[in-house]
Structure formats: structure tokens, C-alpha cells
């Protein structure tokens, strides 16, 4: 943010950056320079392209700009077709495959409004790129599938049970001025119906449901529906729809079984289960051969519903066809090994070694493994699933640091990874208190961070300091707020003396000089 600003400010004339903040971060420009027409490996693509130039001369707050790109004699021509090439086309993605989207924006904008309809969802997609491109009526097609969907899969639920009968089309217009008419019922309490049966007091003011269509030419009452524990879950958790049904079986069976004599179960929990990279068969059965004597794998591999048959039939290279949920559960396994290892600290070449993939995809799964078990943290606290919420809460933070848990208040010091934290740990600084106390000097010695250790040093002492008076600072806040509750608590108590038709409120029961009533 500070350099953002700096740069709109013109503070910072020049910006070097990635080709992610380039495309990604909204930062207007005179001169926008591409230095090489490729992003990773692949050669760039016109909408990248043109994403990154476009932000000079932004219209509107600039006259003119100018966009240059550095090329050499291989990548000349497909340059020059790169810079003259139309704009791609922008198509709606909402109902591709299998209407994901769709039914994740229907959800969500579900748990927004609360209780909703049909006609609510309708007004909701007449808003997007899809019913612009496709028209309302086609779009439409796909609501009530959807919807079925959703009910199926219990993510929304009716809010009151659907009428009985249907309305033919001869009752519409005597059922319409009903529909818009407002009930309102007033029974005393005491009455009696015919049949000598007690009634009580009702005073509720209610429009009914509107009508709709019931496709065979009849009219049906409009039902409401409303979101389930499972939608709100997934919404929070920014899931869609089917990967959410996922996660709910997964963690549902764990919640029945789980294996808690060692880490490696969790960690299997947290390993993310979408875009899971086929393992090496044959270091994964060398990895099973070497824990023979170890239950907890051959435990953890059974829960899953794995088999070490099926592992070491795909490493003969055998055509074994398993069911793709059997599948995915051993290919979440051995990423889930390699989490294993990295929370243990166990040293990121040797893991890379044993399961023959390259530290970047170690350090990419450490990544997406964190933010997944945020989104699995948060979808046990929406299913009120508490036991499995803090028993997994803690792993967030060491999946992405890749740390045991005593190292984790040090590895909040800003400059210290799982590296340095584990060897001031070792040295006796085991608190951030221990290392703000601790003079460069001493901690250079006895912590032993490598070449330049007196500059670091004074680096990491500072850091500490600073983060040790932030974390004071929220403490007496907290303080603070504590002590002005528990000022309130010690308030004379609010009493209630009501009857059947009024209510009275006094501050306390020998006080009644300032009453409210009401009826």
C-alpha cells in the first residue's frame, strides 16, 4: 500500500514489478515496459498482453501513453502479431461445466438476501454477463434445475412446507387479490373453537407467497426458501456447491474415525483435495516398504480407504482402475507424507529427495495447503463441528511455515523463518520477550545465523522489540475493554414484571418511580 500510493502520488516514478502486480494491481501509468514477451514458459497471451499495456494512458487521467515490449529474432514475428491482434472475446463462464458457478452465485447470493425466491435468484441473474449474452429466457432454463440441485444436496431448504393443492388458472384472479391482501388474526386467549378446544392468542401480520407457474398450466404458491447449516458452511468457507459435499464427507468420516497418535492424519485433512498431482507409484511404495513397523501410516492409509495393494500394483504399472474417490484419497496421501515431513522441519532437500518433486512444488503445496485449512477451519466453525475446529486451527499458520508449534510465537518476528526460529529456539531464545532482551551481540553468538550474523542480529532485535510493543499494546486494550464490562456488570440488575397485557421495566425491584410500559 505504501509503495501504491507512493507511485499515484509520484513519489516512485519507477516501478519494477512482476508480471502479476502488472496485470493484477490497478496502477496507472504513462510508460508501461515489457521486458520479455513470455510469462513463466508460455509465450503471452493477447489478453495478458493487453491487460498490461492498457494501463498507460488510462483514459481519463492521462492524454496519452506508451507501451514498449523487448523482443529478439526468435519471438519477432509472434510479437508483431501479439501487439496487432483483436482483443480476445469475453464469454460468461456461468454455466460451464455443468452450471458450477451458477449454482455457487445462486448460493451465495442466497445467504446475502436470507430468505429468498425464485424470482429473487431471477433479479439476481439479470444482472450478469451470462443473461446479457444469452437473454433472460435461456438463462432462466437453468434456475429451476439448479435450485433442485441445491435442495438435494440440502444447501437451501423451503422455509414453510409447500401448500397441499394447486390453483388452476380459473382461481387466479380471485387467488391474486388474496395473495396481495395482508392476513391478520386476533384470537383472545381463553376462547373456545366449536369443538371446545383452547385457543391462543395470535397477532401476526403475513402477505403470502406470490404466485408462479407450476409448468402444467396451473398456479402454485411461491415457496421461500432459506440457506441450511451446510450452505452457510460453504459460503464462509469459499467453497463451491460440489466441493463442499467433498470436504463434508471427508471431514464427516473423520469426525467418526481419526487417527490421533500422530500428525500425518491431520495433516491429510489439510491437504488440499482439488488439482492433486499424480505421485511417483514407486517412491510411494518405498515409502510404505521403509514403515512397516510404523501403525500410524498403515492406520492413516486404512482410514482413508486406501490399500497398499492398490499402490504397489501402480507402481508394477499395472492397469488397475480404482474408483476415483480411492484414487484421490492415496494421491492426497502422499501429499499429505510430504506435509508430514515439512511441519516435523525436516530439511525441504531431503523431503524433495524422498518424494522426488522440486522444493517449488513443496513450497506451492505448503501454500495452498494453508489456505486450505483455512477454508476447512472455517467450514467446521459454520457446521459447529468445534471439536474438529481446534484440532486443525492450529495448522494453518504451521503449514505455510512448515514449523513445529514451540517455534511459532519466534517465527512472528519479522525476518525469522523456520530456519532462524528453530536455531533461536535451540540458543535459549524461545520468546519474543527472550530475543527484544537479548543485545545483537549475544544474540549473534550464541544463535549462530550465518554470514553477516551482527547485521541480522541487530535486524531480528529490532523486529522483536517492535513486535513486542504491538503485542502490549493489544493487551492493554484488552485490558481496557475487560475492565469496562466488568464496570457494567456491577450495575444494579434489570428486573421484568409483566402481565398478560402489559409489561413494566424498573432499574431495580424497589424502584418503580420511572416505569415503561408496554402492550
Known sequence: ELIENAFRDRTLNVLCCTSTLAAG?????????????????????????????????????????????FVDARTRERAKELVRAEAE?????????????????????ACVLGEFTRQDIAGLLS????????????????????????????????????PPTQSSPDDHEAAIPAQQQQQHQQVLVGDTCGDGAVVVQTDKVRSLPPLIDDGKGG?????????????????????????????????????????????????????????VPTPNWTLFERVLDQALDDDTLIQVLLAVGGSRAAVRAHAQGSSVRLAPEKELALCR?????????????????????????????????????????????????????WDLELLLSGYVKRLNLGVKPDVLPLTEISGVGRARARALYNSGFRTVA????????????????????????????????????KQARNMRKQVSEMAA??????????????????AAYSSSPSSSSTTASTS
Open 127 to 162: 444482472s450478469t454477463l451470462a443473461c446479457t449474452q444469452l437473454g433472460a429466457a435461456q438463462l432462466g432454463t437453468h434456475i429451476e434445475p439448479a435450485i433442485q440441485e441445491l435442495l438435494r444436496n440440502n444447501f437451501i431448504q423451503p422455509t414453510i412446507p409447500p
Open 333 to 385: 496421501l502422499y501429499s499429505a507424507l510430504m506435509l508430514h515431513d515439512i511441519v516435523r522441519e525436516r530439511p525441504m532437500c531431503e523431503v524433495a529427495a524422498r518424494y522426488g518433486v522440486a522444493r517449488g512444488v513443496l513450497q506451492s503445496l505448503m501454500q495452498s495447503a494453508s489456505a486450505f485449512a483455512f477454508m476447512t477451519v472455517a467450514f467446521c466453525k459454520r457446521m459447529g463441528w
Open 25 to 69: 494491481v490497478n496502477l496507472p501509468a504513462r510508460r508501461v515496459i515489457i521486458r520479455s514477451p513470455f510469462v513463466g514458459c508460455a509465450f503471452m497471451s493477447v489478453k495478458s498482453y493487453r491487460q498490461m499495456c492498457g494501463r498507460a494512458g488510462r483514459a481519463g487521467l492521462d492524454t496519452s501513453g506508451e507501451s514498449y515490449i
Open 219 to 275: 398456479l402454485m404458491l411461491e415457496t421461500p426458501f432459506e440457506v441450511t447449516d451446510l450452505g452457510v458452511a460453504t459460503y464462509h468457507s469459499c467453497l463451491t456447491p460440489q466441493e463442499a459435499l467433498l470436504v463434508h464427507q471427508q471431514l464427516a468420516q473423520a469426525r467418526r474415525c481419526l487417527v490421533l497418535t500422530d500428525e500425518l492424519h491431520l495433516c491429510y485433512l489439510m491437504t488440499p483435495m482439488f488439482q
Open 434 to 469: 527472550d530475543v527484544a532482551m537479548a543485545t545483537p551481540e549475544v544474540l549473534a553468538q550464541y544463535a549462530q545465523l550465518g554470514p553477516f550474523s551482527a547485521g541480522v542480529a541487530r535486524k531480528i532485535v529490532t523486529n522483536a522489540k517492535i513486535l513486542l510493543t
Open 89 to 109: 472475446q469475453v464469454r460468461s463462464t456461468l454455466l460451464a461445466d455443468n452450471g458450477k458457478a451458477l449454482k455457487r452465485l445462486m448460493l451465495e447470493g
Open 485 to 502: 464490562t466488568a464496570a457494567l456488570a456491577r450495575l444494579p440488575p434489570v428486573t421484568l414484571e409483566s402481565s398478560p397485557k402489559h
